[in-house]
Each structure stands twice: as structure tokens, then as C-alpha cells.
């Protein structure tokens, strides 16, 4: 053997050493661990993900009920527009409203930006390693930007006949690896005390930062499966495997993108969404960045209509 791969293989095998080690020190404990309490993790874990499913499906049904409330009030809207024959008015209003709640949500995304970057220069200890781990689960539910691998795609490890099944392309991939993290938390710190004394040292470092971190890794986990369902619906659809009926390609897409805006809106509730973005307009003394883009237009397009009869009219006399 060269002394390269000599020294490619040795932390390999030391790699395996201390997988070997955690497995025999879990033994270990678990072997010291009452069945009864073992019993009340596994209940946990069990009603964790069924309470985590409900999240998710709550998540969606408020967002429908939003969507909904937000569709009836723009219709009501309209149709007394079109009785009072103010129409050109009420989409001068909606316009303008609509780009003062674009600017909204660009300055509370750039806020949240902010308050990042300050936490981090303010407590680099404690906030650094939360950003880490929202940053690592987002990769790992995505697998990127292109949103090729990470959790979703770990069916392919049964092969590609197994590709786009309903259990890794659906809520159920969040409710998995939410439930599954938040499963391990538990279990060390219910084992914590049984492990031999002389214990690998990650086993006191998951005790201290699994707590903290693990609501960050989870949110950044879910925010990555949503974004991954949403690219495959829109821009790889393809058609779910497995599914014991005959649909349509266009429904497929659809059943993934509701699956990914589920997850997103559990995302959303997660990190404290107060509720939907509503676009309103400020008071009528202070006219808003998008009053005053409609009225803008406005003038501009009476001005052109003006020199048009302007024009015309000097060729009719």
C-alpha cells in the first residue's frame, strides 16, 4: 500500500472505530434502560408524528381558509365596483395596494436579514451554530438549489422504479425526519445518565446542543422538502409512483405542489408567521409608494390622451 492511500484508508478506519463505538456505547445503555421508559419514548415518538401530521395538515387548511377569505373579499370588492361603475378606480386601488404589500414583504425579508446578520455579530457562540444548523437542514431536505437529492430523493436508493413515491415526495417526508431528529433528542437524553463512563464525547455534545438546535435544523429541513416539491412540480413534473389510481400528469404536479405548500405553511407557522400578508392602503393624508406609482400612471396616461386630442383635433379644423 503507498503512503497515500495508507493515509486515505487510516481515517476511514478510524471512522468505522468510533461508529463502532457509539453503536456498542447505545447498547450499553439501552441494556441499562427500563423497559417501561423505553416504552414511553416509543408512545412519544408515535404520537409525535401523528401530532406533527396534523400540523401540517392544519397549516394547510388555515392557508386555504386565507386564500378563500382573501378571493370572497376581492370579489365582493370588484362586483360593488362594477354596480357603482368604478372600476378604473377599484384596480387603481388594488394595484397600488398590491405593490405597497410587495414592498412589505421585500423590507420584512430584508429585516429578517438584519436581525441575522446582528445576532450573529452580537452572539456568535449561541446564534452562529443555529444559522448553521437552519442553513445544513435546509440542504439536506432540498439537496440544493436544483432541488436534485436530499430527503425526497432517498427513494432512489430503492431504485429508480422506486422514484417519486408518496412517502419521501409528500408531508410525510417532513413528518419523518422532524419526527425521527426530535426522536434521538429524547432518546439521549433519556439514556444520558447509562452510558459507561468512559463514553464518546459527541454523546455529551448532542445532550448540550441538541435542544437548541434542534428546532432550526427541523424548520430548515422542512423549508428545504417544500422548496424540493415545489421545483418538482413546477419544474420537473413528473408523475408520482405507485399511486393505486390513474391521474393525469397535471394532477400529479398538483398533489406534489399541495404536499409543498403544506410543508411551507407548517414552515411558516413554525417560526412565528402572525398570518398572511394583507395588502391595505395607509391614510388617505400620506400617500404610499404604490398611491402614488398609480397616480403617476394616471396623470401620464391623461396627459397622453390630451396631446392625442391635440393633434387630432388641429387636422379637423
Known amino acids: ?124 457562540k449561541d446564534n452562529a451554530p443555529k444559522v448553521l444548523a437552519a442553513f445544513l437542514g435546509f440542504y439536506a431536505g432540498s439537496g440544493g438549489v436544483d432541488g436534485d437529492g436530499g430527503i425526497p430523493d432517498l427513494d432512489l436508493l430503492a431504485g429508480i422504479d422506486a422514484h417519486r413515491s408518496l412517502l419521501t415526495h409528500s408531508i410525510l417526508a417532513g413528518v419523518l425526519a422532524e419526527g425521527l431528529l426530535l426522536a434521538v433528542v429524547d432518546l439521549a437524553s433519556q439514556i444520558g445518565d447509562r452510558l459507561p463512563h468512559d463514553h464518546d464525547p459527541l454523546w455529551d455534545r448532542l445532550a448540550a446542543a441538541a435542544a437548541p438546535l434542534s428546532g432550526p435544523l427541523t424548520a430548515g429541513a422542512s423549508a428545504g422538502i417544500a422548496y424540493h416539491l415545489l421545483w418538482d412540480a413546477g419544474i420537473e413534473p413528473a408523475a408520482y409512483h405507485g399511486l393505486p389510481v390513474e391521474m393525469p400528469m397535471e394532477a400529479h404536479a398538483g398533489l406534489m405542489g399541495a404536499n409543498g405548500v403544506a410543508e411551507a405553511a407548517y414552515v411558516d407557522s413554525c417560526i412565528g408567521n402572525n398570518g398572511p400578508t394583507t395588502f391595505t392602503q395607509g391614510p388617505p393624508s400620506e400617500a404610499s409608494t404604490g398611491r402614488k406609482f398609480v397616480e403617476t400612471v394616471g396623470r401620464s396616461v391623461d396627459a397622453a390622451g390630451q396631446l392625442g386630442k391635440d393633434f387630432f383635433g388641429r387636422f379637423n379644423k
Do not use: C
Request: proline residues 2%; aromatic residues 4%.
Open 1 to 124: 500500500m503507498t503512503s497515500a492511500a495508507y493515509s486515505h484508508a487510516q481515517p476511514q478506519q478510524l471512522h468505522i472505530h468510533r461508529l463502532s463505538r457509539l453503536r456498542d456505547e447505545l447498547r450499553f445503555a439501552l441494556s441499562r434502560t427500563d423497559a417501561a421508559v423505553l416504552r414511553e419514548w416509543g408512545g412519544r415518538s408515535a404520537g409525535r408524528l401523528v401530532r406533527l401530521t396534523g400540523q401540517r395538515v392544519g397549516a394547510l387548511s388555515d392557508l386555504v381558509k386565507s386564500i378563500g377569505r382573501a378571493g370572497v373579499a376581492e370579489a365582493k370588492g370588484f362586483g360593488q365596483a362594477v354596480r357603482s361603475h368604478r372600476i378604473s378606480v377599484h384596480l387603481g386601488d388594488r394595484t397600488a395596494a398590491a405593490i405597497d404589500g410587495t414592498i412589505s414583504v421585500s423590507r420584512t425579508g430584508a429585516s429578517l436579514a438584519r436581525s441575522i446578520g446582528n445576532a450573529l455579530v452580537e452572539n456568535p
